[in-house]
């Protein structure tokens, strides 16, 4: 068993500014990053909206955006083991229990920042095609569908920023949405309307991924006519929406009806020594920049809670 003062799961923007904010207050924290620093960030093209890291000449990638925050959490003192966190006993207080794949740890103060994960359709023929036509990353996975078709799931940000990176490589970009409106914000409203590749399908579900081998289209209904009738594609972007990754925190601290887990203003859980930031308590706003707020935060009360065991 390995003992740690301080543990940080996740190592997306919360992590990682958990991570720099607890090193420099010489805690000596050691981050479970997952398999690949960066969470969600590090598979995101470009981030136009973090303060600070933008210039008109190139607006920073997210690996680039990541891979700055890691460097400069290490650079205090921060260590990093890649490994993925597969249960935990919180429910004797402190030191409290980890194990991941490879270890086992006790830590005297956690800060649980593991994000969320892509929703999935659910329908027949998703799971089977993915990676062969089915994805839920353009950024990862964009390029291979050069010259080709394409259709995108979802109206908010997500499926507007992703469908607008695909028109990069995609031949036509088609956007299904369940309503006849939008969710994304304005901006992103605009550039999706004002691209040649991009054509909209509202009012639409998809029952069904069809292929033979490979996507070839889905199987659509419109929910106003009732009309159904089959999309041919190469490839499918789902965007739909996220869930968190607490399911190794079931019934260790509360979670709302959601799987969120529940914090305070002071980023606490309902385990005292236990706090969470970032998209795993965070079903509103979702942004580095709010990520990078509360990761500070959480990092900030831990010390203080620290500080008062002592
Ligand atoms: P989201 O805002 O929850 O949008 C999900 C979209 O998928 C909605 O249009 C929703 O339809 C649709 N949807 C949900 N479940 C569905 C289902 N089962 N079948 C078909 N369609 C379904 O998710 P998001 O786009 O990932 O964005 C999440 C958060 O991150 C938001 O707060 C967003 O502002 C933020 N974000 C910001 C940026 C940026 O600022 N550049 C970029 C990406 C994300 P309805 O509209 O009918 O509900």
Known sequence: MEKERVIIVGSGPAGLTAALYAARAQLNPLVIAGLMVGGQVALT???????????????????????????????????FEYDEVIEVDFSKGAPFYIKTYG?????????????????????????????????????????????????????GDSAMEEGIFLTRFANKVEVLHRRDELRAGAALQSRAFANEKMSFVWNTVVD??????????????????GEARTIKTDGVFVFIGH????????????????????????????VPGIFAAGEIQDPIYRQVATSVGQGSAAAIQLERWLSAQE
Do not use: W
């Open 208 to 225: 069904e991924v069809v292929g033979n081998g490979v996507v070839t289209g889905i199987n659509v209904t419109n929910i106003k006519t």
């Open 103 to 155: 270890k086992e740890y006790q830590a005297d103060a956690v800060i649980l920042t593991a994000g969320a994960s892509p929703k999935h359709m659910n329908v027949p023929g998703e799971e089977e095609y993915i990676g062969r036509g089915v994805s839920y990353c353009g950024t990862c996975d964009g390029f291979f569908f050069r010259g080709k078709d394409v259709v995108v799931i979802g109206g």
């Open 243 to 270: 869930y968190p990754n607490t399911k190794f925190l079931e019934g260790q601290v509360a979670m709302d009806e959601h799987g969120y887990i529940i914090t305070d203003e002071l980023m606490r859980t309902n």
């Open 45 to 79: 093209h470009e981030i136009e909206n973090y303060p600070g890291f933008f210039s008109s000449e190139k607006t920073p990638t997210g690996p680039e955006l990541v891979s700055l925050m890691q460097e400069q959490a290490a650079h205090f003192g921060a260590r």
